[in-house]
């Protein structure tokens, strides 16, 4: 445990110039963290305490979390794999034509797994999991930094009960181990926000700077409370243009440079995403849109009830601040409307947009824990302040001591329902992972030569194929079958040198089916394919197809459709599994295809 800790947000407040005559008046004493960490001896955990927390969470995250957007998977994951092995899909936004991603993202990723593969040559499935861990430390890190910096800004009570409600809930389960933009700038804002805590201005810009222009454009919505902050407040102008050209030299200059290289022409990308989802005359909506209620169940599912709380964050401060007689924050700290705005900031613009996707919300993921907390600290003084109301009198020196039992309980409940929800997570939706970790088996085992060209296809489970990283060598292609989705497939990278600088034909900014990527079924070696007993035209149950397929690997795979909503959601033990439906997830292997061995594995 940390040592006392003199939290900036109350330090050296001014003293008390005026006493209540009231029988029933509260010392603001009563309701002041610094109180609470000077005399009565506050316990949180330290960096180094912290940091354990984090790492083992986030590594748990990092074995056992699944990839929830195909995106992840075919827009990073297997240009990744492309730059490390020369064989993986391309989609469209990775051609020249377009060129909306930067390949710098990749490369910082793939230069650490370059150098593990050159050191140990490993197989390719771990490889995807080293650059999973490498992403949670990351996570972690910057956690830890927002945690110290919350200390300093909100005091020690608040951000302990932000620690809890990060290691704990689904949400930070779910995105600290995702190979996505959106994860790379929740890290990065986090770290941007926290520097701002700490008015380390320089990092925050040069931080908010790298989420932006490396990971995601959008994420400078997070950066505008920081610069309003040194521009208007503190009136900080040269500072702010000094390490924002700054940033912009260090960073984007040489982003552009490696990224004109890979597509063979000047690209700036950040510049390319924006002009396609802001300015375009359809933008984003193509791929689908959601109501307006999306956000709200999502952000409930992995966050519980911290989420509402911290949608009624302001509010509870207003009711706070009008009832209790508290000190003043301290002249050193933000004003709350600066400090809490990132949060609704980020509300405000993308709950109003009509395509949404969870991992939108992933950058203000901490921010939800932060707000959450302070919630459940208000809510504490507000009981404090209630009881000592009702009495005439209270034993209780401070707040904390008599409310210590409310901050328990929000941590034990929000904690048991995200890991209730993370484990709903796994059991449900874990098995196309587990059977291509198999796949990666019978090439290692020998089951499959290594010196032949095996089909590996996907129909209407495209979208749940855990990446190429989990075939076992090159031989192993990836192939579509036809099915009922209509939109646009990725399709392999050229063969060739410079193929990342190739424009291929059969490509579109508008999401139209390109029928050139399906593959001849009978060509196939291998299909992974869920059977919840039902099939249509372009769909068929390829797992009853005895004549043609065998099933040497099968996983249960949550049937959500046939599920009670509350018991899919989160997992009761004991409970659950009377209300909940499976069907089969499998790995066929054709009829012609022989494998090495006459043993087939089945469960």
Request: include cysteine.
């Amino acid at each position: 445990m940390a040592p006392k800790l003199r939290p900036r947000s109350i330090a050296n407040s001014r003293k008390e110039t005026k006493k209540s005559s009231k029988k029933n008046h509260v010392p603001q004493e009563k309701f002041d963290d610094a109180t609470a960490s000077n005399s009565m001896g506050l316990i949180y955990p330290g960096g180094d305490t912290a940091l354990k927390l984090l790492l083992l969470a986030r590594f748990c995250s990092a074995i056992w979390s699944h990839i929830t957007d195909c995106d992840e998977i075919y827009n990073y994951w297997e240009p990744s794999h492309f730059l490390l092995y020369q064989n993986g899909h391309q989609t469209w936004e990775y051609s020249p034509q377009y060129a909306l991603r930067s390949y710098v993202y990749l490369l910082i990723h793939m230069v650490p797994a370059k150098l593990y593969c050159y050191l140990f040559e490993p197989n390719p499935i771990h490889v995807f999991y080293f650059v999973r861990c490498l992403l949670s430390v990351g996570c972690a890190l910057s956690e830890v930094y927002f945690y110290k910096n919350v200390c300093r800004e909100f005091g020690v009570h608040i951000a302990r009960v932000t620690l809890a409600f990060m290691v704990l809930s689904s949400g930070m389960f779910i995105s600290s181990a995702a190979f996505l933009p959106s994860s790379f700038s929740m890290c990065l804002s986090t770290l941007a926000i926290a520097a701002w805590f700490g008015r380390k201005y320089e990092l925050a810009i040069f931080s908010t700077a790298i989420s932006a222009l490396i990971g995601w454009p959008f994420a400078a919505l997070l950066g505008l409370p920081i610069a309003a902050d040194m521009l208007y407040r503190k009136k900080d102008w040269f500072r702010f243009i000094q390490w924002t050209v700054i940033s912009a030299c260090v960073i984007l200059i040489p982003m552009v440079w490696i990224d004109s290289i890979y597509y063979g022409k000047l690209v700036i990308a950040p510049l390319n995403i924006l002009l396609y989802n802001v300015f375009s005359s359809h933008g984003p909506n193509i791929y689908g849109t959601e109501p307006f209620s999306f956000y709200f169940f999502n952000a409930f599912l992995n966050f519980n009830f911290v989420f509402i709380a911290s949608l009624f964050c302001p509010l509870y401060l207003f009711l706070c601040w009008n009832t209790i007689p508290a000190r003043p924050r301290h002249r050193s700290c933000l004003p709350y409307w600066y400090s809490l705005a990132p949060l609704y900031l980020w509300y405000l613009v993308f709950f109003l947009l009509q395509h949404k996707e969870e991992r939108f919300l992933f950058p203000v993921y901490p921010l939800i824990c932060l707000h959450g907390a302070i919630t459940i600290d208000v809510i504490q003084k507000l009981y404090f302040f209630t009881l000592t109301k009702i009495q005439n009198h209270t034993n209780f020196s401070h707040y904390l001591q008599c409310s210590t039992l409310c901050m328990i309980a929000a941590i034990t409940l929000s904690g048991l329902m995200g890991i209730s929800r993370s484990f709903a997570l796994y059991k449900g939706y874990s098995a196309p992972m587990e059977l291509m970790t198999e796949v990666n088996k019978l090439g290692i085992n020998g089951l499959v030569p290594n010196d032949a060209p095996v089909n590996f296809c996907v129909g209407k489970e495209w979208h749940r194929f855990p990446s190429s990283f989990f075939f076992p060598s090159n031989n192993w292609k990836l192939r579509f079958l036809k099915s009922d989705f209509k939109g646009q497939l990725p399709q392999p990278f050229a063969d060739d040198v410079n193929a990342t600088s190739i424009i291929q034909s059969n490509f579109n900014d508008i999401n139209e089916e390109e029928p050139s990527r399906y593959f001849d079924v009978e060509k196939c070696h291998f299909i992974l394919d869920l059977d919840l007993n039902k099939e249509t035209i372009g769909e068929p149950n390829y797992s009853r197809q005895t004549n043609r397929w065998i099933i040497i690997k099968s996983s249960k795979f949550l049937n959500a459709a046939n599920s009670h909503m509350l018991f899919r959601a989160f997992y009761v033990p004991f409970v659950s599994d009377n209300y909940c439906t499976y069907g089969s997830y499998n790995l066929l292997q054709s009829t012609k295809f022989k494998l090495s061995s006459t043993k087939h594995k089945t469960s």
